[in-house]
């Protein structure tokens, strides 16, 4: 096996032949190492700022913060854990082979809680289910109560409500997973196991279930990363997860060292939960026997069952969405006239400022880190992929800590330099003008995009790229002239995830932004926070509305895998 050959069997990319390089090449790779340098900074930067001694605020942390924050962690991953695996493999295998009133429906509304960030459903259902709220006043209307003593009502701002909320607000992780795992797998398979007389049950159990793990693990393992970053639904219910104690230990205690250790501690579970999923998928291979794909087995299901089967779909869409984005729509038309707010037209400006900056320069780098590896394809350039990868998997908390440093210790080198030259202050330039969120944005979502732009390079042929070599063309010309114009739609498409991404982001946005700079996140953080969510309500409902945008794209996609799949089969 050849040289090329054998990095082609590392990536789905198709990579140009090794003769055709030349210097403007090799600039691809510099580029690629920069970028992954910058990449890697915050974590170096972390390393070192937890070296630093701490006083005595490491062995109070150790006495009294970390074992609750451990065990609260823990607790909350576990319970969301099971959540959204007991309610995405239930409605994926539903969807995908039942037929019951309703499937097509829920085919793309269970995807739709992920329009909603984890902390505006949690701001909701405090609303929804405190003393004063709708579900407890029909309670004492219906049953004559009077006051709370007179019957018990689950706490929502506990422990079990952050775990209900995210379970229902992070299963289409899991769904998405899975249901892809289900619509791949062999139907031969399943046939011999009905032959072997294996039911519903004992098929879905003994055979699918197996056989979907490593999608089941991947799908989980995303929801708890997405988990473990939030802040904003845990601090509301009081729940002191590892974010909310470096948040805590930097902001409420003033020791940054401090926060720091915590963070490199959230660190290493993020790290064990990337190895769990690399775990799974190491040596799964499920190959179909058969190069003649068949219909899936269907169960058509009726009378109580079906009706089971709509209402075991219908719940997770109703909790997970339909029930805040009705109250936020209700609080929300209520206040119309603040959309015309100077603070909440502020606060848009600056989210579009932030997020249009930080989604192109993603997709700019994820051209560049791609189209590196396409140029000058070997283990080193696939190595600045897998790094630009890691972003994604570290908690906005523990991103803002190991940008401060480096970016601050940046300001006041140049604010010196200015001061001693030209005689002026250049002030914080970078924290102060919120470069410093841009590039916390592009570094934890550089991922979204670099996954949609390597999956359209993989879908163009090298020959293009040889055919314009022997036309003259140099790398740069080739990627202007040939590689732009075909990407174009993933391109649009990696610009609205990332984009729908840092428009949602809050832990990194708290931390770092600007004295006196809103976006909406923070504009919903520090209403709720105040006791105030009908305040809120409108920048919650734009985030939803447009957050909605990536969830049809979603739906849209694998819908049309379906169809494609279908298709190969009749």
């Given at each position: 096996?050849?040289?090329?050959?054998?990095?082609?069997?590392?990536?789905?990319?198709?990579?140009?032949p090794?003769?055709?390089?030349?210097?403007?090449?090799?600039?691809?790779?510099?580029?690629?190492?920069?970028?992954a340098?910058?990449?890697?900074?915050?974590i170096?930067?972390?390393?070192?700022?937890?070296?630093?001694?701490?006083?005595?605020?490491?062995?109070?942390?150790?006495?009294?913060?970390?074992?609750r924050?451990?065990?609260?962690t823990?607790?909350?991953?576990?319970?969301?854990?099971?959540?959204?695996?007991?309610i995405?493999?239930?409605?994926?295998?539903?969807?995908?082979?039942?037929?019951?009133?309703?499937?097509?429906?829920?085919?793309?509304?269970?995807?739709?809680?992920?329009?909603?960030?984890?902390?505006?459903?949690?701001?909701?259902?405090v609303?929804?289910?405190?003393?004063?709220?709708?579900?407890?006043?029909l309670?004492?209307?219906?049953?004559?109560?009077?006051?709370?003593?007179?019957?018990?009502?689950?706490?929502?701002?506990?422990?079990?409500?952050?775990?209900?909320?995210?379970?229902?607000?992070?299963?289409?992780?899991?769904?998405?997973?899975?249901?892809?795992?289900?619509?791949?797998?062999s139907?031969?398979?399943?046939?011999?196991?009905?032959?072997?007389?294996?039911?519903?049950?004992?098929?879905?159990?003994?055979?699918?279930?197996?056989?979907?793990?490593?999608?089941?693990?991947?799908?989980?393992?995303?929801?708890?990363?997405?988990?473990?970053?939030?802040?904003?639904?845990?601090?509301?219910?009081?729940?002191?997860?590892?974010?909310?104690?470096?948040?805590?230990?930097?902001?409420?205690?003033?020791?940054?060292?401090?926060?720091?250790?915590?963070?490199?501690?959230?660190?290493a579970?993020?790290?064990?939960?990337l190895?769990?999923?690399?775990r799974?998928?190491?040596?799964q291979?499920?190959?179909?026997?058969?190069?003649?794909?068949?219909?899936?087995?269907?169960?058509?299901?009726?009378?109580?069952?079906?009706?089971?089967?709509t209402?075991?779909?219908?719940?997770?869409?109703?909790?997970?969405?339909?029930?805040?984005?009705?109250l936020?729509?209700?609080?929300?038309?209520?206040?119309?006239?603040?959309?015309?707010?100077?603070?909440?037209?502020?606060?848009?400006?600056?989210?579009?400022?932030?997020?249009?900056s930080?989604?192109?320069?993603?997709?700019?780098?994820?051209?560049?880190?791609?189209?590196?590896?396409?140029?000058?394809?070997?283990?080193?350039?696939?190595l600045?992929?897998?790094?630009?990868?890691?972003?994604y998997?570290?908690p906005?908390?523990?991103?803002?800590?190991?940008?401060?440093?480096?970016?601050?210790?940046?300001?006041n080198?140049?604010?010196?330099?200015?001061?001693?030259?030209?005689?002026?202050?250049?002030?914080?330039l970078?924290?102060?003008?919120g470069?410093?969120?841009?590039?916390?944005?592009?570094?934890?979502?550089?991922?979204?995009?670099?996954?949609q732009?390597?999956?359209?390079?993989?879908?163009?042929t090298?020959?293009?790229?040889?055919a314009?070599?022997?036309?003259?063309?140099?790398?740069?010309?080739?990627?202007?002239?040939?590689?732009?114009?075909?990407?174009?739609?993933?391109?649009?498409?990696?610009?609205?995830?990332?984009?729908?991404?840092?428009?949602?982001?809050?832990?990194?946005?708290?931390?770092l932004?600007?004295?006196?700079?809103?976006?909406?996140?923070?504009?919903?953080?520090?209403?709720?926070s105040?006791?105030?969510?009908?305040?809120?309500?409108?920048?919650?409902?734009?985030?939803?509305?447009?957050?909605?945008?990536?969830?049809?794209?979603?739906?849209?996609?694998?819908?049309?895998?379906f169809?494609?799949?279908?298709?190969?089969?009749?």
């Amino acid at each position: 096996m050849s040289d090329t050959a054998r990095l082609d069997d590392m990536t789905a990319i198709p990579v140009a032949p090794r003769a055709s390089r030349s210097l403007a090449d090799r600039l691809w790779l510099v580029a690629g190492l920069i970028v992954a340098g910058l990449t890697l900074l915050p974590i170096g930067a972390l390393v070192v700022l937890a070296a630093q001694p701490t006083g005595d605020v490491w062995s109070h942390l150790i006495g009294t913060v970390l074992p609750r924050s451990l065990q609260t962690t823990f607790l909350l991953l576990l319970g969301v854990g099971l959540i959204t695996f007991i309610i995405g493999t239930g409605t994926a295998w539903l969807v995908t082979m039942c037929r019951f009133p309703g499937r097509a429906l829920f085919d793309w509304a269970l995807l739709l809680p992920l329009a909603v960030p984890t902390y505006i459903i949690a701001y909701t259902y405090v609303e929804i289910l405190t003393f004063t709220g709708p579900v407890q006043s029909l309670v004492r209307e219906i049953f004559g109560f009077r006051t709370s003593r007179d019957y018990w009502f689950p706490e929502v701002r506990s422990l079990g409500g952050a775990i209900f909320v995210m379970g229902f607000v992070l299963y289409p992780y899991v769904y998405l997973t899975t249901r892809a795992a289900l619509l791949l797998q062999s139907a031969s398979t399943l046939d011999v196991s009905r032959t072997l007389g294996a039911g519903p049950t004992r098929l879905f159990f003994r055979v699918a279930l197996p056989l979907a793990r490593p999608a089941i693990v991947v799908g989980i393992s995303l929801a708890l990363m997405e988990c473990l970053n939030d802040i904003g639904a845990v601090t509301f219910f009081g729940v002191h997860t590892l974010s909310f104690s470096v948040y805590d230990t930097w902001v409420n205690r003033s020791s940054l060292a401090g926060a720091a250790q915590i963070a490199c501690a959230m660190l290493a579970l993020v790290f064990a939960l990337l190895w769990m999923e690399r775990r799974a998928r190491k040596g799964q291979r499920f190959h179909t026997p058969s190069a003649s794909y068949k219909t899936l087995p269907s169960y058509r299901l009726s009378g109580p069952r079906a009706w089971l089967a709509t209402a075991a779909c219908a719940l997770p869409v109703l909790i997970g969405f339909v029930f805040p984005a009705a109250l936020l729509a209700d609080y929300a038309s209520r206040r119309l006239d603040d959309l015309f707010d100077p603070r909440l037209l502020s606060a848009i400006q600056n989210t579009l400022v932030l997020s249009v900056s930080a989604a192109l320069l993603t997709v700019v780098i994820g051209v560049v880190l791609t189209y590196a590896h396409r140029v000058q394809a070997s283990r080193l350039t696939l190595l600045f992929g897998r790094i630009a990868s890691i972003g994604y998997a570290i908690p906005g908390t523990v991103l803002a800590v190991g940008i401060l440093i480096p970016l601050a210790n940046f300001d006041n080198f140049l604010d010196g330099v200015a001061r001693s030259t030209f005689g002026f202050s250049t002030g914080l330039l970078l924290i102060g003008s919120g470069t410093a969120l841009v590039y916390a944005y592009m570094v934890r979502f550089l991922a979204v995009s670099y996954g949609q732009i390597e999956g359209g390079f993989g879908k163009v042929t090298p020959h293009l790229d040889m055919a314009a070599r022997t036309l003259g063309r140099s790398s740069g010309r080739i990627l202007f002239e040939v590689h732009l114009p075909m990407l174009r739609p993933v391109l649009l498409t990696a610009l609205l995830l990332a984009f729908v991404d840092c428009m949602k982001e809050l832990p990194a946005t708290i931390l770092l932004r600007p004295f006196n700079f809103e976006t909406l996140a923070t504009t919903v953080y520090n209403a709720a926070s105040r006791e105030a969510f009908g305040e809120g309500a409108l920048p919650a409902l734009l985030i939803v509305l447009v957050g909605l945008v990536p969830s049809v794209l979603l739906a849209r996609t694998s819908a049309r895998s379906f169809r494609d799949k279908a298709s190969t089969r009749f």
